[in-house]
């Protein structure tokens, strides 16, 4: 059973940076992603990166933020800097079932994904 668990969320001051982490367990994964909730808001997309390590961005966070991924420890990363009070959310780590087919795909919508961890409490002051 696949198992997602993030890391690296905390409080920090706006413009500061901060590094987050997704260590994943239990299965093969292609695509994988962030995605982040504020209070009283859904939860929306953030960065994918691919199984062939193509990008996806949210326009709120492009220049910013930046997705990695590393095979050997089967995880993946958001780097985050310029981070502002409206970037406050608890950040979701997720992942899509392996496909054959699927090297390409940076999906974004949150129906697109299989798998989704517990979630990282990442609160920026002013």
């Known amino acids: 059973q696949v198992q997602l668990l993030e890391s690296g969320g905390g409080l920090v001051q706006a413009g500061d940076s901060l590094r987050l982490s997704c260590a994943a367990s239990g299965g093969a994964l292609g695509a994988m992603a962030w995605f982040r909730q504020a209070p009283g808001k859904e939860r929306e997309f953030v960065a994918s990166i691919s199984r062939s390590t193509l990008t996806r961005y949210s326009d709120s966070v492009q220049g910013r933020f930046t997705i990695s991924r590393d095979y050997t420890k089967n995880s993946v990363y958001l780097q985050m800097n310029s981070l502002r009070p409206d970037d406050t959310a608890v950040y979701y780590c997720?992942?899509?079932?392996?496909?054959?087919?699927?090297?390409?795909?940076?999906?974004?919508?949150?129906?697109?994904?299989?798998?989704w961890g517990r979630g990282t409490q990442v609160t920026v002051s002013s």
């Open positions: 997720a992942a899509v079932q392996f496909s054959v087919g699927g090297a390409t795909q940076v999906p974004f919508r949150t129906d697109e994904y299989d798998y």
